[in-house]
């Protein structure tokens, strides 16, 4: 089945600090990828999305580009700020069925 | 604002007992999805449900069941509580299967 394999937290860095939070998957097809945010005591907010090889999602100062060669989906940002301390969710969708989520990576951004 | 509304925020409730979850979806969207969060297990899917269809379903326990109703709200019902039950319970809605979900606040529940 599908699955999502996004890399352990928590992760800590500075402010303005480069970030990049792994994330891997598998999928018969070709899905639509997603990252989620979820900031304490909040549900989760799409971030930002990729429905095919090669687009690069972006918001927010946030990026990540659906690598399928190497079945990929690695969220980057240039320079993270305090508020950016959340928990990130990979997620995958082959259009018909259930969303599929990695187990979210914590990210502690101090000043 | 999602536009998803979920009640109550907190639930605290005894073992074997019965609670039911509600949500509402945003304005539109047809589809109904429920997941579990619990800390050791992460984001588990539960059910989803598309203008008030069963669409699929994930790792639903029996004790739990759920339906959409044709307004498009949706209660998930959870009996015979166990204390490994208590966990955050989150819904979200699309507008359809391809598009992104948007997640309501949660319900705590908490079973002492």
């Known amino acids: 089945g599908d699955s999502v394999t996004q890399m352990e937290g928590p992760v800590t860095l500075s402010e303005e600090a480069f970030l990049t939070i792994n994330c891997t998957y598998t999928?018969?097809?070709?899905?639509?990828l997603f990252w989620y945010v979820q900031y304490p005591g909040e549900g989760l907010q799409l971030l930002l999305k990729?429905?095919?090889?090669?687009d690069k999602g972006s918001n927010k100062g946030f990026e990540a580009t659906y690598r399928k060669e190497t079945t990929s989906f690695h969220l980057e940002k240039g320079s993270v700020q305090v508020s950016d301390s959340a928990v990130y969710f990979c997620?995958?969708?082959?259009?018909?069925?259930?969303?599929?989520f990695g187990t979210g990576t914590k990210l502690q951004v101090i000043p | 604002d999602s536009g998803v509304t979920q009640t109550p925020k907190h639930l605290i409730t005894a073992t074997g007992q019965r609670v039911t979850l509600r949500c509402s979806p945003r304005?539109?969207?047809?589809?109904v999805y429920w997941y579990q969060q619990s800390l050791d297990q992460g984001l588990q899917f539960l059910i989803q449900?598309?203008?008030?269809?069963?669409?699929a379903k994930g790792n639903i326990l029996e004790r739990f069941s759920a339906q959409q109703f044709p307004d498009l709200h949706s209660e998930l019902n959870l009996s015979s509580l166990e204390l490994g039950d208590s966990a955050l319970y989150f819904c979200?809605?699309?507008?359809?299967?391809?598009?992104?979900?948007?997640f309501g606040n949660g319900t705590r529940l908490t079973v002492t």
């Open positions: 979200a809605s699309s507008v359809n299967e391809e598009s992104p979900l948007h």
């Open positions: 999928a018969t097809g070709y899905p639509s």
């Open positions: 990729a429905t095919k090889a090669d």
């Open positions: 997620a995958l969708s082959p259009g018909y069925q259930k969303v599929t």
């Open positions: 304005s539109g969207d047809l589809s």
């Open positions: 449900y598309y203008n008030g269809e069963e669409r």
